[in-house]
């Protein structure tokens, strides 16, 4: 079965510096992996995804992960944080298999930028 | 334009109520979602529907009903409300899930608090 793992429950960082925010996976097969960001109160947004290609998927609001097959890891990063990254934010895989998919997420990681 | 979404936004109901969630797409997506959020912010997937057929039930009470009289909605609809059922429960959407990449997309939750 796949799955994710988003071993920090929260990160602290500084606006202007740069984050990171870690996930690891495990699937048997070829890895799909999500990243979405819930906002306070909202729904879940779309933020990139790894199918397959280049390591490095570029996604939404400035944020990109780095797709690692020796590390099992798809860490999302952004150059520079913004007060307004704060937010919830989920690592996810595709499970699929037989006739139906599914997504499976990890724990969520709670980013705090600091002004 | 919103694509995927719910209503009501806030339910509050006493223990043994039934009640519904509804939600709407107008992305033209042949296959909905139902996903609870509990109080620890862990997301899970409940049901999956393409073109109005079930898909997946992940071994959900079968208090929780949901019904899609058409592809673009899929309700929710939940006998005998118990406090358990507390949480905050995301409608999605994405194409027909033949191509395991297709993204979901989420709708903005319903909170649900049964007192």
């Known amino acids: 079965a796949q799955s994710v793992a988003q071993p920090e429950d929260q990160v602290n960082v500084a606006e202007g510096n740069p984050l990171t925010v870690k996930c690891t996976y495990s699937?048997?097969?070829?890895?799909?992996l999500f990243w979405y960001v819930q906002y306070p109160n909202r729904g879940l947004q779309f933020l990139l995804k790894?199918?397959?290609?280049?390591?490095l998927v570029k996604g939404s609001y400035g944020f990109e992960a780095e797709f690692n097959k020796s590390q099992t890891s798809f860490h999302l990063k952004k150059p520079s944080a913004l007060v307004s990254d704060s937010a919830l934010y989920f690592c996810?895989?595709?499970?699929?298999?037989?006739?139906?998919?599914?997504?499976?997420f990890g724990t969520g990681t709670l980013l705090a930028v600091q002004p | 334009d919103t694509a995927v979404s719910q209503t009501p936004k806030y339910l509050v109901t006493q223990m043994g109520n039934d009640k519904s969630i509804k939600c709407e797409q107008n992305?033209?997506?042949?296959?909905m979602y139902w996903y609870k959020q509990d109080s620890k912010k862990f997301l899970k997937i409940m049901f999956s529907?393409?073109?109005?057929?079930?898909?997946i039930n992940e071994t959900v009470p079968n208090r929780f009903s949901p019904k899609s009289p058409d592809k673009a909605h899929l309700n929710l609809h939940i006998n005998s409300l118990e406090l358990g059922d507390s949480a905050v429960y995301f409608c999605?959407?994405?194409?027909?899930?033949?191509?395991?990449?297709?993204?979901?997309?989420f709708g903005p939750g319903t909170r649900l608090t049964v007192l």
């Open positions: 999605a959407s994405s194409r027909w899930q033949r191509d395991f990449t297709d993204t979901q997309y």
């Open positions: 699937v048997s097969g070829n890895p799909y």
């Open positions: 790894y199918i397959t290609g280049d390591n």
């Open positions: 996810a895989v595709m499970n699929y298999g037989g006739a139906t998919n599914k997504l499976i």
């Open positions: 992305l033209g997506h042949d296959t």
């Open positions: 529907y393409n073109n109005k057929e079930l898909i």
